[in-house]
């Protein structure tokens, strides 16, 4: 079932979403090469603890990270380790942070010092389709309206969508009602309507569509190994434009990015 969220509600999803977001920036400061995924993953555990939060990933369905990571060819739920990033890697970081009895969900895949001009363009590509699919999510829209659009931008530019994976509705819980795919029709999927959260999450891939679950049930990666990119945000659907709950502006920051959001 799909929660239209109240006033009070929206107000907790709206401080949910910041500290999830000012977790990602404190994140960004760190991405460089000779830094851990462990060490990332600390960061963020510490900061989302000392802000109030929880870190909800952490445990859930017995997953051992605060940060989903995901490293050039993992598309997502990556476990934290002690791998050790390198220039020229692209590391995506997804995080979902509890305050106050909501949730909030966010991803940046980062460049990792200078990537090679294909990376630029898979990660450049994403995060507008990101962008893309927001635009669609007005009241009166459905689900297909946001999975369609992301769907096109991307494959017109060469790259594939992965299917297995889905955004998702967000309150209480990390994942509730509706089902966000980043492919399908237009006319499809449940009625947008004002109060409703969701997340957009575009999972995108450099080659073929088709991923691999490893056996530990958690870690996906791309079967043929090329590079994966992912951004995501909650938002909330208005009767007008779109609000964006997490924003990216402590990642810009940090990065030293121009301050605005793509669009
Ligand atoms: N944004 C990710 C998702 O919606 C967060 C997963 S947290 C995990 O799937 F605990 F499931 F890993
Ligand atoms: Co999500």
Redesign the pocket.
Known sequence: MIYIKTEEEIEKMRAAAELTARTLGEVARWVKPGVTTHRLDSIAREFILDNGGKPACLGYEGFPGTLCIEVNETVVHGFPSSYTLREGDIVGT?L?VELDGFNG???WTFAVGEVDEAKRRLLDTTLESLYVGIEQAQAGNRIGHIAHAVQEYCEHRGYSVVREMC??G?GRD??EDPEVPNYGRKGTGALLKPGMCI?I?PMINAGSKNIVIERNGWECRTRDRKPSAHF?H?ILITEDQPEILTTFKYVREALGLPASELR
């Open positions: 997804d979902v969900d966010s991803c955004g998702h967000i990390m994942h997340c999450e995501e909650t």
